[in-house]
């Protein structure tokens, strides 16, 4: 019985420590940019909500139907993100109807085809974050 608690519990950090901070924390994700509204002095966040929901996510084998069932459709992250009281079984019929808003609109969806493609982004933009950004220019 310990051992398939261990089995859970790392199957559980495995998913929420590696793969939700992949599809926000890339280098082709927006990062909304934070500024202080002159006349009130509160933090304000430039840009349009629902723009900034597909724009700093990013979907990954939204048609695999591993991905699907056993990470809870969170490979439809937009989706999750613009219908966050939506049950996740309707991601995958939504999902099409957000592609073809966002193209409509001209709203960049940095998606990628496959989960390995994901966790290279997640890895290749954790390495040169590492690095002093004078070096990078």
Known sequence: MVA??????CAGSY???????????TSDVAWPTIRTDEKTGQKMIDGEWAKLQV?????????SPYFKH??????N???HHLFPGL??????EIYP???????????????VGTYSELLHDYFFNLYHMGY???LLM
Do not use: R, W
Not at 16 to 23: C, H, K, M, N, S
Not at 55 to 63: F, L, N, Q
């Open 132 to 134: 002093d950004p004078k």
């Open 15 to 25: 998913v929420f420590g590696l793969t939700l901070p992949a599809g926000h924390y």
């Open 70 to 75: 056993c990470f809870g459709h969170i490979n």
């Open 97 to 111: 109807i957000v592609k073809q808003v966002c193209k409509e609109f001209n709203v960049k969806s940095p998606d």
């Open 55 to 63: 724009e700093s996510t990013k979907d990954y084998a939204v048609h």
């Open 4 to 9: 398939f608690q261990l089995l859970i519990d």
């Open 77 to 79: 992250h937009a989706v």
């Open 87 to 92: 049950h996740y079984m309707h991601y995958e």
